[in-house]
Each structure stands twice: as structure tokens, then as C-alpha cells.
């Protein structure tokens, strides 16, 4: 099954930054939305941010002024900038594109934020 490829995951102290990378494979056409969702221990798979074709974004209340979304779409690549991290923001981030017939997902990376 085609995934996406995420990257820039790690460990940083509350306050610091992080950069997310998530790349789609050439073999996936039309892409229209992309978005990153994170899960924590315990919890559900939610929405942290997303971007459509035409570049309109939105974001989760508990991550809006702190991330950006963005998008590179001829390299079919999504990026998720995290500034001023907390340690509620510890996850495993997933990237997910959107195509008329489907939906991909990414293997998740790991974002650990310590007090």
C-alpha cells in the first residue's frame, strides 16, 4: 500500500521548534487536501491542521498562532512548522492526502516535547 513519507519528528523543550515534512510518492496523482493529524497515548486520532488545493488553511484551536501549515505542491510535500511547544503538543503526527478516489496516510513521527 503507497504511503507518504513524514520526517523532522524528535525531542525539544517546551518553547522550542520543529519542522514536519511529509512528501507524497509520484504515483499519487491529483492530490487536492493535505493535513497532519496527531494521536497521544490513550487518546484519538485528531485534526491538527489542513490545507486545500488552493492554499485556504485551517487549524486546531489548541495549535493556532503557534503552527503553520504549508505546502509545496509540485513536490507533492506538506510541511506543519510547530513554534512554542508545549508538552500537550507530545504525539505521533500523521500526515493523510486527500485524492478524488482515495486516501493516503503516513507511517506517523514522533514529536516529544519535555517540560
Known amino acids: 500500500q503507497v504511503q507518504l513519507v513524514e520526517s523532522g519528528g524528535g525531542l525539544v523543550q517546551a518553547g522550542g521548534s520543529l519542522r514536519l515534512s511529509c512528501a507524497a510518492p509520484?504515483?499519487?496523482?491529483?492530490?487536492?487536501?493535505m493535513a497532519w493529524y496527531r494521536q497521544a497515548p490513550g487518546n484519538q486520532r485528531n485534526l491538527v491542521a489542513d490545507i486545500t488545493a488552493g492554499g485556504s488553511t485551517r487549524y486546531a484551536a489548541s495549535v493556532k498562532g503557534r503552527f503553520t501549515i504549508s505546502r509545496d505542491s509540485a513536490k507533492n510535500t506538506v510541511y506543519l512548522q510547530m513554534n512554542s511547544l508545549k508538552p500537550e503538543d507530545t504525539a505521533v503526527y500523521y500526515c493523510?492526502?486527500?485524492?478524488?478516489?482515495?486516501?493516503?496516510w503516513g507511517q506517523g513521527t514522533q514529536v516529544t516535547v519535555s517540560s
Open positions: 493523510k492526502a486527500y485524492t478524488p478516489i482515495s486516501v493516503y
Open positions: 509520484g504515483s499519487i496523482f491529483s492530490i487536492n487536501s
